[in-house]
């Protein structure tokens, strides 16, 4: 189960903060820990005047990743239409996401893209565009170059359409062989995506997935791992609550409400 907050969140942060909280005193080493020590607080004041880029300190920085180095879970894939745009959002981004490869294509799976919700020319939001099929000589950002079911992105607005990867293929109102010669579209931001226990996650930082995120794996309990392979990825679904996160632990950490707000709960 996944809530998602006004602030379109999810609860897996809960777990998330308390993983990023439990790395960042793992990486602490232990004769840096303060306790109103004067030798401490000026051995904490020395490593904090070392210069981020010091070779010494490189080993614990790859360990103080900010949260948006991770991999996030953007939305159940029932939750989505394979057929249209999704417009999403996360960490106050704006994104859409879109099936390039349908289900039954090759390997029997969809390849979602997850990219920014703002087309290169008028930013108009691509998530009110439509899903295109590419043509033959369109296909080089399809995964797998499946000739036959790639699938772009066209905004709504002048029809430009946009592959996977962001990059813009097609100008209605220009020949292909100019678009060919233009280097000034810029392409739109496209972020790492996997699917697992049903569930649609981003790397919310493209710059640094190839240091970060190819080796860093999905934070996903056995326990979810063992419910989904029992009932299947459709077994999962997705509420909308009108709070925050931080609202919505405090609410989960009170047991003292299940009684009189859900009418008993086991032996309460």
Known sequence: MMFHSNAHLV???LFLDLLVVSQ???????NSICHGSTTQSKRLSAVASVPVNDARLQPDMERFTPLHQNWWPLATVN???ASRPNALHVFGKSLVAFVSRPKGDDDGESDWVVMNDRCSHRFAPLSEGRIVTAKDEQV???PRRSTSSCKHIQCAYHGWEFNASGSCVK???KPSAVLERSSKIHPITSYPTQVRVGILWIWTDPESYSRLGVNRTLPVSPVL????????PDSCYMRDSPYGMEFLGENLLDLSHLP????GSGAL
Not at 260 to 263: K, T, V
């Open 260 to 263: 009189f707000s859900h009418h």
């Open 140 to 142: 080089d950002g399809c």
């Open 79 to 81: 939750s989505l239409s």
């Open 225 to 232: 791992d063992e419910f989904i392979d029992f009932y299947g």
């Open 171 to 173: 100008l209605p109102q």
């Open 24 to 30: 960042t005193f793992t990486a602490l080493p232990r």
């Open 11 to 13: 609860s897996s942060l």
